[in-house]
């Protein structure tokens, strides 16, 4: 009976992960088609690095793709040495009593919609920011990447934890034996061990940055421009997708949108094939 319990769990596994990899491939097959026009004539280059005037008959998605990467690095960077901190808090430096509810709230943040943070960011932030700055709307880069690292932060905390927590007991009994202290242990022992968990935890967060939409949409300003300053706004490829409205399907304004979801495929796949790499050479070592 076991056995059979076993092999029926096998298939529904089996076939959710191919329903999962069909469902991705079906989506990447839409776009693909749908801008594959782009791609035969060549205008897919121009489109990826030229500039948005529609007016003027220009469609190009450089100004998103500069957005999306400010917005995202900002956020990672703001993100990162927070979330690690708090990882190694719940992880070892912190009591059991204290650190077991921290896990518990961090896991409760990561259900919260996003559009929570947009709205948060909004009337709390964005303010704060315009002051700041002496000027302006608030809505800027800076604002969208402080409230995207507040978003992404929770899952890199438990991510890191979760590494941290894989550290062989025999190691931490050893670094007890030679009377290293709690924040000793986690510098010298749990962070050199757990380094391929936290690059993963880190590429995944900077995937989900890369791929939110309520947040840029709502707090980055949707200029559509270059920044060249944390405090100018900004317009992502997630918001330029959900902001453009193109009633021809043939015209370039439409089929821009199906560039900017394969640009953000390809940031994906490009993440993913990174962490598989890095994976195999960890493993290598």
């Excluded at 059979?4 to 298939?11: A, F, K």
């Excluded at 989506?27 to 030229?50: A, C, E, K, Q, Y």
């Excluded at 995944?204 to 707090?219: E, H, N, Q, S, Y």
């Excluded at 559509?224 to 405090?231: C, L, N, T």
Aim: glycine share 10%.
């Amino acid at each position: 009976m076991s056995g059979l319990r076993e092999r029926i769990l096998e298939s529904g596994f089996f076939l959710a992960a191919v329903a999962s990899t069909a469902a991705t491939l079906l989506i990447f097959g839409f776009m693909l088609v749908l801008g594959f026009p782009l791609l035969r004539s060549g205008l897919f280059v121009d489109l990826l690095t030229g500039a948005w005037a529609p007016a003027a008959g220009a469609y190009g998605i450089f100004p998103m793709v500069a957005g999306t990467l400010a917005i995202s690095l900002l956020s990672l960077i703001l993100a990162f040495p927070v979330s690690l901190g708090c990882a190694g808090f719940a992880a070892a430096i912190g009591p059991v009593w204290l650190s077991r509810p921290f896990r518990r709230m961090v896991q409760l943040m990561t259900g919260i919609p996003t559009v929570i943070y947009g709205f948060v960011g909004i009337f709390l932030l964005v303010p704060i920011v315009r002051g700041l700055h002496g000027g302006g709307s608030g809505l800027c880069v800076f604002s969208a990447a402080l409230v995207l690292a507040v978003l992404i932060s929770p899952t890199m905390v438990l991510f890191f934890s979760d590494s941290l927590d894989r550290v062989p007991k025999s190691y931490l009994d050893a670094a007890d034996a030679l009377g290293a202290t709690p924040s000793q242990k986690l510098r010298l022992v749990m962070l050199p061990y757990a380094k391929e968990g936290i690059l993963s935890g880190l590429i995944l967060a900077f995937g989900r940055a890369v791929g939110d939409t309520m947040v840029a949409l709502m707090i980055a300003g949707n200029a559509v421009q270059v920044p060249e300053s944390v405090f100018d706004a900004a317009r992502a490829l997630t918001a330029h997708i959900a902001l453009v409205i193109a009633a021809d399907t043939e015209s370039l304004e439409f089929k821009s949108i199906f560039v900017c979801g394969l640009v953000l495929y390809l940031f994906v796949g490009l993440m993913i094939s990174g962490l598989r790499l890095l994976s195999a050479l960890g493993h290598r070592r």
